[in-house]
Nanobody
Framework: QVRLVESGGGLVQPGGSLRLSCAAS????????MSWYRQAPGKERGLVAQ????????NYADSVKGRFTISRDNAKNMMFLQMNTLKPEDTAVYYC???????WGQGTQVTVSS
């Protein structure tokens, strides 16, 4: 059974940092590219970052480039999103995804507010 368990979301002030984690099980994690998406209320779900199966290739949305870092630890079946210099517009539900399996995590809320 494919399972993605997300953690690390919460409330943070502008300029602060959070680290999101995604624990994967039920599939050969190291063989799959992974992605983080986010969706704010009333807005379309958008790609935040993606990472190749080995972690050697990464891509970022322009809005987060230079502030967010995607990474993975295949030995632990985990993916991470380090979010620095957070802005109010980063407020959204963040989802861990396995695009080729069409499988999504449950999402974790990130709120950036004073």
């Amino acid at each position: 059974q494919v399972r993605l368990v997300e953690s690390g979301g919460g409330l943070v002030q502008p300029g602060g940092s959070l680290r999101l984690s995604c624990a994967a099980s039920g599939f050969s994690f190291s063989n799959y590219a992974m992605s983080w998406y986010r969706q704010a209320p009333g807005k379309e779900r958008g790609l935040v970052a993606q990472i190749g199966s080995t972690g050697g290739i990464t891509n970022y949305a322009d809005s987060v480039k230079g502030r967010f870092t995607i990474s993975r630890d295949n030995a632990k079946n985990m993916m991470f999103l380090q979010m620095n210099t957070l802005k109010p517009e980063d407020t959204a539900v963040y989802y861990c995804t396995v695009p080729t399996l069409r499988f999504w995590g449950q999402g974790t809320q990130v709120t950036v507010s004073s």
